[in-house]
């Protein structure tokens, strides 16, 4: 698999609940985080400053998901990407 253009392939992580006043915060109501943390699998040839196995923040609204060999990636655009680590 490989992305082109200004596409980027990521594969959420998951983010470990938070516990606010003893309340265990999951992701599903998680509702106050804008952007979603990824590990780019891809990124395509028109994409500059990312590349493979960086982290990412991106938009939560961001992209379409594709199933690809029996996982589950993200492929957003170079514009959702907010952060790199």
Same mark, same amino acid.
């Given at each position: 698999?490989?992305a082109?253009?200004?596409?980027?392939?990521? %594969?959420?992580?998951?983010?470990?609940?938070? @516990?606010? #006043? =003893?309340?265990? !915060? /999951?992701? *599903?109501?998680?509702?106050?985080?804008?952007?979603?943390?990824?590990k780019?699998?891809?990124?395509?040839?028109?994409?500059?400053?990312?590349? %493979?196995?960086d982290?990412?923040?991106?938009? @939560?609204? #961001? =992209?379409?998901? !594709? /199933?690809? *060999?029996?996982?589950?990636?993200?492929?957003?655009?170079?514009?959702?990407?907010?952060?790199?680590?």
């Open positions: 698999m490989k082109i253009n200004y596409y980027i392939v990521v %594969k959420k992580i998951k983010e470990q609940p938070k @516990k606010i #006043a =003893g309340l265990e !915060i /999951t992701e *599903k109501i998680n509702t106050e985080d804008r952007y979603i943390k990824g780019v699998i891809t990124a395509g040839n028109l994409v500059e400053g990312i590349k %493979k196995n982290v990412v923040y991106y938009d @939560k609204h #961001a =992209g379409h998901g !594709i /199933t690809y *060999k029996d996982a589950l990636y993200q492929v957003i655009t170079l514009q959702n990407v907010v952060l790199v680590e």
